[in-house]
């Protein structure tokens, strides 16, 4: 079992930065593939950008690539995603995921604003 916890979220103006983290509970992240999504209301969640265990990727969705980067320490057991130049349109709840062969986990979510 893998309990994922997202922080970092908030409110922020357009053109700032976020650092969102994924801390990872209960077993070790380095034989899962490691994911961002983000979900807005009344919008279907999106995939963001992906990391694997075995050190392929990063992988980006076109609307953020150039802003947002995916960085994992498995040591630390945790997952990052640095956001800059925020837009309005990037609010939504965001979501850490881990997926090996088995069980995929999904964290709570974390909010993230961003305002006009």
């Known amino acids: 079992q893998v309990r994922l916890v997202e922080s970092g979220g908030g409110l922020v103006q357009a053109g700032g930065s976020l650092r969102l983290s994924c801390a990872a509970s209960?077993?070790?992240?380095?034989?899962?593939?490691m994911s961002w999504f983000r979900q807005a209301p009344g919008k279907e969640r999106e995939f963001l950008a992906a990391?694997?265990?075995?050190?392929?990727?990063?992988y980006y969705a076109d609307s953020v690539k150039g802003r947002f980067t995916i960085s994992r320490d498995n040591a630390k057991a945790m997952l990052s995603l640095q956001m800059n130049t925020l837009k309005p349109e990037d609010t939504a709840v965001y979501y850490c995921?881990?997926?090996?062969?088995?069980?995929?986990?999904w964290g709570q979510g974390t909010q993230v604003t961003v305002s006009s």
């Open positions: 990391i694997s265990g075995i050190g392929g990727g990063p």
């Open positions: 209960g077993r070790s992240l380095s034989g899962y593939a």
């Open positions: 995921k881990a997926q090996a062969a088995g069980p995929t986990y």
